[in-house]
């Protein structure tokens, strides 16, 4: 199924989410990266925002200070909004969620086991970006509408304006649910077939 929400989103909305489902954002987005959580969640930062029920996404974004006027509100421009590899920030799921009340995590690669888990107890999901597109995902972010821990740039946590942002692949879910599991449970069939038709061993 696919749905199309904007932030914040209710906990039991996010429970109706299954693996393979698509998501299409609107509205408010944060962006948030290593940095950003090391001094949330190490160093005692906390942020302005109110981010219960709403999507953060892994991102250090390219940008350029402008003029703040209507259309660029925090004084800046995005140049490049691309999306990193989430399994480095894998032990900031739980807190994001307990602490701050996030629903929803925006990346690439997939996290482990733990955020799963976490998905599980909080209701929670993770959805995935096809990696290369930071071109295309640009064009959906219409302003940057605020930033907050901004001594840490570019890894700041910024408040995204966006429209239309996705289809966004739903590969973790608050019911056990992984495409990367499934991913790797196929390969590892398609492994010992391939490997059967040539008549070698297994180990």
Known sequence: MHYEWSAPVAEN???GLRVNDTVTLTGTLYGIRDAT???????GRRTRFDLAGHAVIHTAPSVKRVAADAAHPAGYAPICVGTTTSER?????????????VRLVIGKGGLRE????????????????????????????????DVDLDDLNPESLWKFRVK??????????????????????????????????LGVKSY
């Open 37 to 43: 959580q090391i001094h949330m969640f190490d160093r």
């Open 114 to 145: 733990e955020s799963l888990k976490a998905f599980q107890e909080l209701g929670g999901a993770y959805l995935a970006v096809v990696g290369g597109a930071a071109a295309l995902e640009t064009t959906w972010v219409e302003a940057i509408e």
């Open 13 to 15: 909305d996010v429970r």
């Open 89 to 101: 920030m894998e032990r900031f799921t739980v807190p994001l969620m307990r602490q701050y009340g």
């Open 164 to 197: 239309g942002f996705g289809p966004l692949a739903v590969a973790m879910d608050s019911h056990g649910g992984s495409l990367y599991v499934q991913v790797r449970a196929n390969a590892a069939l398609q492994r010992e077939r391939a490997l059967a038709s």
